[in-house]
């Protein structure tokens, strides 16, 4: 994990596994910030989504418990958010590196689309 101080914040960098251990232990709020079409296609199981285009962080949930981590495509989208989170006033916020793109790469689990169905389906790499 690579961290950041920005302002009074910190913004920390997360690696796909890393993201994956927090998310099987409940640790974390993954929040995918892709378009909902890419998100449709292809995404980590559990992940909220809410696109960059229509984020705004009053809508983001609380963060009592569980440290806020964004995730895009390839890590721009994300960091964009979560940079824009810290600016809106929270300060325990994540972005995962590298994207879903990464995320795939890293031959980690996560829920597709059946070309033949057009059903979600695992897909455990």
């Not at 009592?64 to 981590?69: C, F, P, T």
């Not at 689990?109 to 033949?116: E, F, K, L, R, S």
Request: contains cysteine; glycine residues 8%.
């Amino acid at each position: 994990m690579k961290t950041e101080t920005v302002g009074d914040a910190k913004l920390e960098t997360w690696s796909p596994e890393e993201v994956s251990r927090a998310a099987r232990a409940g640790e974390i709020v993954l929040i995918d910030v892709r378009t909902p079409q890419e998100y449709m296609f292809e995404h980590i199981e559990g992940a909220l989504l809410m696109p960059l285009a229509f984020f705004d962080a009053k809508s983001l949930p609380g963060q009592s418990e569980k440290r806020l981590v964004f995730h895009c495509g390839s890590g721009v989208r994300s960091e964009k958010t979560a940079r824009a989170a810290i600016d809106a006033g929270f300060d325990r916020i994540a972005h995962m590196e590298g994207g879903f793109a990464a995320w795939k790469t890293a031959k980690l689990p996560y829920v597709g689309t059946n070309m033949a169905s057009g059903a979600p389906q695992k897909v455990e790499p």
